[in-house]
């Protein structure tokens, strides 16, 4: 079947988020940030630091840090932040049935796409390591959204790249950022626990449902909202 289904039926599509929802990556972009910060002056908690995970660099920086700090240096600090994640490229890893899960949405026809905060270069690192392009339609990162996570700019161009709307759609995420940003658009978010947010925590933000990671939800792929989705009229 192709990714568009039957024929005269509406495109369905299946949204991704990426660190810590399909690569183990949520904790070092955490370690990133608190290196990166701390190179500038700041001292910020990594527990404060991995709260704020998901969201995209400009919105975590302006979080995490002083109203009245010296702005100016906000670039130097993300780049900083890009710069000792980067060392970790080659390290990072696949979480546990992440390949399998992207292979059976696309072998069911749903348009697959991923739809990550994070940059370029990085999001490049992450779809290195999870040797999936051949089931995957799309991908955008920052740089296709005015506003990052938990506004939906994102998922509003990945939506498009793919021609869904939010209505066929489902987005996968790990953090409260990723289940407010497909809350603004009306789509159900499945949550997952692997990047390190609670379930509680997802399902306040609004989660319809919620897995440990990948291998759950490809275990339960029938009976979750993606399956859903191809036995909806």
Partial sequence: MGSGGPAGAPRRGVLFDVDGTLVDSAYVHTLAWWHAFRMHGHDVPMAAIHRCVGMGGD?????LLPEN???NADSEIMASHAAVFALSWPSLR???G???LLAACHAQGIAVALASSARDQDLAATRRALDSD?????ATSANDAKA???APDILVAALETVGVLATDAVYVGDSVWDMKAAAALGMPAIGVTCGGTSAAELRDAGAAEIFDGPREILENLQHSAIGRLLTRA
């Avoid at 919105?59 to 979080?63: A, G, I, Y």
């Avoid at 051949?134 to 799309?138: N, R, V």
């Fill in 59 to 63: 919105r975590l920086v302006d979080t």
């Fill in 148 to 150: 990052s996570k938990p």
């Fill in 94 to 96: 696949p979480l546990d």
């Fill in 69 to 71: 700090r010296d702005r």
């Fill in 134 to 138: 051949e089931f995957i339609h799309a």
């Fill in 98 to 100: 992440a390949r399998e």
